[in-house]
């Protein structure tokens, strides 16, 4: 037991080798690898594949389609012990399992589970999701990229943007607005290949952090999809993009617990070889003092994130409790990388540790899968709706 186990419910022990699993490769194959992948904006193909030789890419997918059909307390625990290694490399396999795996799953056709599962389970195929636009993030139901039926086709027309995944991704969630005059419920959902024509990816974007996880807009040029690709009924594309948002944002609460872990590891090793006035800084009270809020919010939203996931495999309502651990973890891990950062001094500002890499890598959080204030607004709206008085 470390100070990393900040969990101590009682777990399957299926939960904790899975667990396991991943703490060793995380630490033995990706650790090395953060540094270069933030510094070159590289995309980690081999981690990428190993994750599906591990059954990563799998987790939200059922065994039927090659899937490991994972918990979601146990997909948590794996996305933190990556993150704890590499944040770039989570959101990788996040954002493949929460935003596109898990919502063909769930809305899916036989066909198209069929057709599209195996080959993003494996990690052969690279999922990703379209709702953001350039001009539409937080509103989510005021989408202008338009579908029209031509027949039994959809032509796509619009622009989508900031894609996790985009640059290299394989097949694509995408929303777009059918009838605007019915606002949410006008929003239909589409699973397709990406090369098909007419669709054309943007520059991949230059960002503060997570500079190995690529990210880039997609542009839909009159593009013609079949009925094979429509997700669900017309219609339903808000609907499964809120339930699949309220999956994803448990995944990026374990991302930034896991963020938050590597910039406490890195502080209290820093803050007990370095010495002032004396004695290692770890014993001088304003060290201490940041340290114990570390620890603190660390288990904080782990308990919040487990909780809230284990609601989920429980299958009650979770749609509150997931914006609480998204909104609780993604603060946390500002706070601990600005501590973390801070402890260190003038060398937490150079690129010689990795202090400033977690503090860029940790900011993303409180933004995607719905920000800090849509966050706060969901936990509001559930809390209202749930008071009986
Ligand atoms: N779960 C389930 N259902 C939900 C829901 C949720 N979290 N939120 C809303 N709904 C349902 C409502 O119950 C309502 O259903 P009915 O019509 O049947 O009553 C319907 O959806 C409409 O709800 P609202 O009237 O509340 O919708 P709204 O337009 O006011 O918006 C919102 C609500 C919470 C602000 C929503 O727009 C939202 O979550 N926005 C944030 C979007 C977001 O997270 N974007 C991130 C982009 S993805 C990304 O980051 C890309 C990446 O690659 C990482």
Known sequence: MSWEDGFHFELPDETRAIADVARTFAQGKVLPEAARLDREHAFPQA??????????????????????????????MVIEELAAACASTSIIMSAHNSLCVAPIASFGTEAQKTTYLPGLASGAQLGCFALSEPGVGSDAA??????????????????????????????????????????????SAFVHPLDLPGVSRGKAEDKLGIRGSPTCGLTYDGVRLGKEHLLGNEGDGFRIAMQTLNGGRLGVAAQAIGIARAALRDALAYAQQRCTFGKPISQHQMIQHYLAEMITRI???????????????????????????????????SYCADRGLQIHG??????????????RDARITEIYEGTSEIQRLVIAGQLLKEWQG
């Open 346 to 359: 003038g060398y937490g500002y150079v690129t010689d540790y990795p202090a400033e890499r977690h503090l």
């Open 47 to 76: 981690l990428v594949d190993e994750m599906g030789t591990l059954g990563f890419m799998g987790m939200s997918c059922p065994e039927l389609y090659g899937g490991t059909e994972s918990s979601t307390v146990a997909y948590c």
């Open 142 to 187: 005021s989408l202008s990229c338009s579908v029209r039926r031509e027949g039994d086709s959809y032509i796509v027309q619009g622009a989508k943007n900031w894609i996790t995944n985009g640059p290299k991704a394989d097949v694509v969630v995408l929303f777009a607005m059918q009838d605007a005059s019915k606002g949410s419920k006008g929003v």
């Open 299 to 333: 288990d904080a939203a782990r308990y919040l994130t487990l909780s809230a996931a284990h609601r989920k495999d429980r299958g009650e309502t979770y749609i509150r409790e997931a914006a609480m651990a998204k909104l609780f973890a993604s603060e946390a891990a």
